[in-house]
């Protein structure tokens, strides 16, 4: 399986960062047709937890991560209801595991992509530019759903 790298996703970051409204939406465009019934899967939490905030960041990850794949040359099969219905029983096991232990190797061992995992946390727990934090409710939220986006990203990379 495909692992995505440090240094694609720090270049993902970089470009997506870089770019201007209008050349955002057209790449965000791309990635999100090229997977609509993922992204309107992972987007349904921000309309669930009513944080549009949320929604917000899933975008910029999914972009972010998407966009690193593609720089790296890891191609994608399409996401679909099958593939969301298999993952979310074994999904929603490990998250309730992990709440009551702790243990990160039930998580990493769900999303198997350990840079994509540790790229979220970090964006979770640390400060961003201006020195701000993510205030936890929304901390909280972009991990569960950002664990979803990772395992099922994991999922459809081909080799």
Not at 9 to 29: F, M, P, Q
Not at 44 to 62: R, T, V
Not at 69 to 80: E, H, S
Request: hydrophobic share 45%; glycine share 4%; with cysteine.
């Amino acid at each position: 399986m495909a692992q995505i790298t440090e240094k694609y996703i720090t270049e993902a970051v970089l470009k997506i960062d870089g770019l201007t409204e209008d050349s955002l939406e057209k790449l965000s465009e791309t990635h999100v047709l090229a997977q609509d019934v993922f992204v309107g899967y992972i987007l349904s939490s921000a309309i669930e937890y009513e944080n549009d905030s949320l929604l917000d960041y899933l975008i910029y990850y999914f972009n972010i991560f998407s966009e690193a794949a593609a720089m790296q040359g890891v191609k994608m099969k399409k996401i679909d209801e099958t593939i969301i219905d298999e993952f979310q029983e074994e999904y929603i096991q490990t998250l309730d595991e992990y709440m009551e232990t702790d243990d990160e190797d039930l998580i990493n061992s769900l999303c198997n992509q350990p840079m994509m995992l540790s790229f979220l946390v970090h964006e979770i727990s640390g400060a961003d530019e201006t020195g701000a934090v993510m205030e936890e409710d929304l901390a909280t939220n972009v991990f569960i759903v950002g664990i979803a986006l990772i395992a099922l990203m994991n999922r459809a990379f081909v080799d």
